[in-house]
C-alpha cells in the first residue's frame, strides 16, 4: 500500500465519539472508508481509480443479491462516505482531499445501478459517469460547493445520477435493456 501522506497537526478534528485526534492514520475506519480501503492513495487520477475500484464491488452486489441492492447500497455507502469525509477532510485540513474517493464510488454505483451484467454496459456507465463528474453540470457544480462531507458526496451523487438518465435510454436503444 502506499505511504500515507503527511498528516495534519489539526488538534480540532474529531474521533467517532468527539475525542480529539492529530490526524487519522490510514486504518481509521473514517480513512478506510473515504479512501475506499486504500485505492484513493494510488498516485495520480484517484478518482478514476476510486471509479474503476467501485465496479467489481458493483458487480458482486448486483450478481449476488440484486440490481436493485445496489440502489440501496449507494445510498447506505452515501451517507457513510459523508461521515467518513468529514472526518478525513477535518484531519488532514483540506476540504475535499484528493484522497477521497468514497464519492467516486457511491457516483459510479448509482451510475450503473440499471446496467446490465455485462462487461460493455459497465464500461458505457463508467465513461459517463467520469465524464459527468468532471464536466459538472448544475447542479453538480452547485452541490460540491456544499459544506463538509455533504458536498464531497453530493456532487458525485448527482453526477452518477446523470450519468444513469443517459446510460438507460443508450442501452435501451442498443437492445441492451
Given at each position: 500500500m502506499p505511504a500515507e501522506p503527511p498528516a495534519s497537526s489539526n488538534s480540532s478534528a474529531l474521533k467517532g465519539g468527539g475525542e480529539p485526534i492529530d490526524a487519522l492514520s490510514w486504518s481509521h475506519p473514517a480513512a478506510l472508508?473515504?479512501?475506499?480501503?486504500?485505492?484513493?492513495?494510488l498516485p495520480s487520477a484517484p478518482g478514476t481509480w476510486g471509479s474503476v475500484a467501485a465496479l467489481p464491488c458493483a458487480w458482486a452486489i448486483?450478481?449476488?443479491?440484486a440490481k436493485p441492492a445496489l440502489?440501496?447500497?449507494?445510498?447506505?455507502?452515501?451517507?457513510?462516505?459523508?461521515?467518513a469525509a468529514e472526518r478525513v477532510a477535518a484531519a488532514s485540513g483540506i476540504a475535499d482531499d484528493s484522497t477521497i474517493v468514497v464519492d467516486?464510488?457511491?457516483g459510479q454505483w448509482l451510475a450503473i445501478s440499471a446496467a446490465p451484467l455485462n462487461p460493455a454496459a459497465y464500461v458505457l456507465?463508467?465513461?459517463?459517469?467520469?465524464v459527468f463528474d468532471i464536466w459538472k453540470p448544475w447542479p453538480v457544480s452547485w452541490a460540491e460547493r456544499l459544506p463538509g462531507g455533504l458536498g464531497v458526496?453530493?456532487?458525485?451523487?448527482?453526477?452518477?445520477l446523470y450519468a444513469l438518465i443517459v446510460l438507460v435510454p443508450v442501452l435501451r436503444f442498443l437492445g441492451a435493456l
Open positions: 472508508i473515504a479512501r475506499w480501503f486504500g485505492v484513493g492513495l448486483a450478481y449476488f443479491i440502489i440501496v447500497a449507494a445510498v447506505a455507502l452515501f451517507f457513510l462516505g459523508w461521515w467516486e464510488v457511491v456507465g463508467f465513461t459517463l459517469f467520469r458526496m453530493a456532487d458525485d451523487a448527482l453526477a452518477g
